[in-house]
């Protein structure tokens, strides 16, 4: 960043509402109609103070379907300034605006459980909806490897069908999801499997309480597309990989169904392959080529990526 560049950063900064965004950003990427209502100003005003920042390289716009959502930059000087301003400032987001997020967070929240605990009998059914099912778990057989595998950890596992794809492979399996209904019916499809070896416990994908780098394979399928913050649980699930492991992500390619936000809880349309590789890159793990697959008729492709950390070199012998 040049001396040009550092001025104009922290005069697009220098501003009570701005400081009060970047500070809402460093927790997690947000819309303009979320931001408008913790700030408490109306959409065209908080619009021209988020163009500001982001002409100044502050922050980064993403749309996505009919919503944009903000995000703080993914360039290394400019996060290391907004570091230093924020905590030179002792700069956060203040009790009324950290009340207001929590009020969208809940609403978000809330929308989101009433909707997993509505379809949880259904799940695997309302999934084949968008594309060929057996086409899918073809490949991630395939892509998650012969094993046999001493620890599979499956976050956000959902009806427990990633367990009972690939439990067989694996010594000991981990199934991790918010929802105690999810839960049961992972246990049931589980035990009816004749799988044994099986963990299935509430957790939170985004601090799993896991311990790091112990699992040699580690699945976030058809999970990322529901989470305010995509990147944030990347870096937890590339957290768990051991060295010589796998982490494997099973999502949406960006798509323009915006009926699935209403209909389905769905916060984010699907990710690019760049942003996925970025994320995974920045957790240190090495990415390989995304498998792409297209829908049968009108559904959605599903994109499969995999990402290994590298195996610790063994010690030479003198």
Do not use: C
Request: charged content about 25%.
């Amino acid at each position: 960043m040049t001396a040009d560049q550092t001025v104009e950063a922290l005069r697009a900064a220098g501003e009570p509402t701005r400081l009060r965004v970047l500070s809402l950003l460093a927790g997690e990427e947000l819309s303009v109609m979320e931001l408008s209502r913790i700030l408490d100003q109306s959409q065209p005003r908080v619009s021209r103070h988020l163009k500001l920042m982001a002409d100044a390289g502050l922050i980064e716009r993403f749309p996505d379907g009919a919503r944009v959502f903000y995000r703080l930059s993914s360039d290394l000087p400019a996060r290391r300034l907004i570091d230093t301003v924020l905590d030179l400032l002792d700069i956060s987001a203040g009790d009324t605006d950290d009340r207001r997020l929590e009020a969208v967070r809940r609403d978000r929240e809330a929308a989101a459980g009433a909707y997993f605990e509505r379809v949880a009998p259904q799940w695997d059914r309302i999934r084949s909806l968008y594309v060929s099912e057996s086409a899918v778990e073809a490949a991630i057989t395939r892509a998650a490897g012969n094993g046999p595998f001493e620890r599979v950890v499956d976050l956000g596992t959902g009806s427990g069908r990633m367990l009972t794809l690939l439990g067989r492979k694996a010594k000991m399996s981990v199934g991790l999801d918010l929802s105690q209904n999810m839960l049961n019916i992972a246990r049931a499809n589980v035990t009816k499997a004749g799988l044994d070896k099986v963990e299935l416990r509430h957790g939170d994908i985004f601090a799993t309480r896991l311990p790091e780098q112990s699992a040699d394979l580690v699945m976030v399928h058809q999970v990322l597309h529901y989470l305010a913050d995509p990147a944030a649980a990347v870096a937890e699930a590339a957290r768990l990989v051991m060295p010589g492991g796998r982490l494997l992500i099973v999502d949406f390619a960006p798509h323009q169904l915006e009926y699935l936000r209403d209909e389905h809880q769905h916060r984010r349309l699907g990710f690019a392959d760049d942003e996925m590789r970025r994320w995974l890159s920045g957790a240190g793990l090495t990415p390989s080529a995304p498998i792409v697959l297209p829908p049968d008729t009108d559904g959605l492709t599903v994109s499969i990526w995999t990402a290994e950390r590298p195996a610790v070199a063994a010690e030479k012998v003198a």
